[in-house]
């Protein structure tokens, strides 16, 4: 399996409408893809701003290719999320899950 790491950064007042967006909007799209597996949304106070952390889980690199292709590595972010952030990951990293328990399955 391989986990999808993204970051972004929102104002404390916007942070939970981005992640009304992520529930409302994103998972029920991803949830259709075939491949993908779970999801983990992380957030933590940093200065003035609310740092996030978007782990999704997919079953094969081929699985996030059908999400993202032509560029595996690119940020999917739609217009109205980037409205809500102060800035995010252009790019995503991919690592392999060499072993997990319970968060992210």
Not at 71 to 78: G, I, K, L, S, Y
Request: hydrophobic letters at 50%; aromatic letters at 8%; one cysteine or more.
């Amino acid at each position: 399996m391989i986990a999808r790491l993204w970051s972004a950064c929102a104002e404390p007042a916007k942070a939970p409408t981005y992640l009304e967006h992520f529930s409302r909007a994103v998972l029920p799209e991803l949830r259709k893809l075939e491949g993908f597996v779970s999801h983990t949304v992380l957030t933590r106070p940093a200065a003035s701003q609310v740092e996030i952390v978007v782990i999704t889980v997919w079953l094969s690199l081929s699985a996030i290719d059908a999400f993202a292709n032509p560029d595996r590595e690119a940020a999917v972010v739609a217009a109205e999320a980037a409205a809500l952030l102060v800035n995010y990951d252009r790019r995503v990293r991919h690592f392999e899950v060499a072993t997990s328990e319970g968060i992210f399955l």
